[in-house]
Structures are given as structure tokens and as C-alpha cells.
């Protein structure tokens, strides 16, 4: 499950994606518009940016901004920069020296076997999901819903 803290984290980088090649946004602005918390959203954004996922720039004008355009980052890449892993057991996150209390043998732990098939669709698809593509699936369903209220007579 995602922490509050990528969940927050993923929030705020759609809205630096949206509001790409703008030029850098304050905190609190980011912070008001998205109902985050102004300390822990700069908290968040400095990981993200210790990650290079974002950059800042001081003084006047300054803020942050996306390191690269919204189709060059994923989502996978943001969440592993915030959570490091979202792996449903310790044994899958990647780390040799991660294994479960529970695992007698690693290539047989029927858990293991069954939550490997689990993580690699979804790390597939976090994979391949860019900041844009998401943007992109907000602006149809939105789109879908003024349809969807159109009682035009």
C-alpha cells in the first residue's frame, strides 16, 4: 500500500506536470492548490528532488519544477524514490539480503511464488506509466464525466 507521503508526493508531481514549462512553483502555492501540508510537502519535494525527479531553483522566482518533461518520468520512478519499495513481501524488493522469516527455501515459498506474479504486473505498468499518461487518463475521465451529466434537451 502507499504511504500518505507518495501518495502526497505523486499529487503534487501531476500538478508540476501540468504545469510544465511554466517555470518553477512555490511551495506554498503547490501546497494550497493540492490540500497538502505546506512542511510535509517540502519534505517530499526535497526527496524528490535529491532523486532527480524535480529541481528548484532559489530567490526570487524560484520554486520547484520537473528535472525532465512529464513523459521521461514514471511512476515507478517517483514511487521508488519516495517508498524505495512497494514489493508486497521483503524478499521481492531487489535487495540479496531482503528475506521473509517465513521462507524456509526462496525458490519454492508458495507466497513468495504467488506475490512475484502479483509485483511483476504491477511494476510493469508502473514501469511504463509516465507523469503524462496520467494526465492524459484525468483529462478523459473528466471529459467522460461532463458527458456523462450532458442532459441536453
Avoid: H
Avoid at 532559489?58 to 518533461?69: D, H, I
Avoid at 514511487?79 to 514489493?87: D, I, M, P, R, T
Wanted: one cysteine or more; hydrophobic letters at 45%; glycine letters at 6%.
Amino acid at each position: 500500500m502507499l504511504s500518505k507521503k507518495t501518495k502526497y508526493g505523486l499529487k503534487a508531481l501531476f500538478a508540476l506536470a501540468r504545469m510544465y514549462n511554466r517555470g518553477p512553483v512555490l511551495i506554498a502555492d503547490l501546497a494550497e492548490a493540492e490540500k497538502i501540508p505546506k512542511k510535509f510537502l517540502e519534505y517530499i519535494l526535497l526527496t524528490l528532488r535529491n532523486g532527480e525527479i524535480l529541481a528548484s531553483r532559489k530567490g526570487k522566482g524560484g520554486g520547484y519544477y520537473l528535472a525532465r518533461e512529464p513523459r521521461q518520468i514514471t511512476i515507478a520512478a517517483a514511487v521508488k524514490v519516495l517508498e524505495g519499495s512497494v514489493a508486497p513481501v521483503a524478499c521481492l524488493d531487489g535487495s540479496p539480503a531482503a528475506v521473509c522469516e517465513e521462507c524456509v527455501k526462496l525458490a519454492t515459498c508458495g507466497i513468495r511464488l504467488a506475490m512475484k506474479d502479483a509485483w511483476d504486473a504491477m511494476s510493469a505498468v508502473m514501469e511504463k506509466t509516465t507523469l503524462a499518461d496520467v494526465l492524459d487518463r484525468i483529462d478523459l475521465a473528466e471529459e467522460n464525466e461532463k458527458e456523462l451529466f450532458n442532459f441536453v434537451i
